[in-house]
């Protein structure tokens, strides 16, 4: 499984919103739906995000097992 709670924390600390992954990155609403429930979504749109906010991605996702455990 994937965790992408440090992309809505990077989004709230650079005063960023939801919307604006659509309007400035270019994902559809789909795929914000995808981050939103913590599905996984293409290498390129993580490439995408990551170049908008010009961050890693580290900053914006992790690994989690079954438990929500984050996975080193």
Same mark, same amino acid.
């Given at each position: 499984?994937?965790?992408?709670?440090?992309?809505? !924390?990077?989004?709230?600390?650079? =005063? !960023? !919103?939801?919307?604006?992954?659509?309007?400035?990155?270019?994902?559809?609403?789909?795929?914000?739906? !995808?981050?939103?429930?913590? *599905?996984?979504?293409?290498? *390129?749109?993580?490439? %995408?995000? /990551?170049?908008?906010? =010009?961050?890693?991605?580290?900053?914006? /996702?992790?690994?989690?097992?079954? %438990? =929500? *455990?984050? /996975?080193?």
């Amino acid at each position: 499984m994937v965790s992408y709670n440090l992309l809505w !924390k990077t989004l709230i600390d650079r =005063h !960023k !919103k939801k919307t604006d992954l659509i309007a400035e990155v270019g994902i559809s609403s789909a795929t914000l739906a !995808k981050l939103s429930k913590n *599905e996984y979504v293409s290498m *390129e749109t993580i490439v %995408k995000i /990551c170049n908008w906010l =010009h961050c890693t991605i580290s900053d914006i /996702c992790v690994i989690v097992d079954a %438990k =929500h *455990e984050v /996975c080193l």
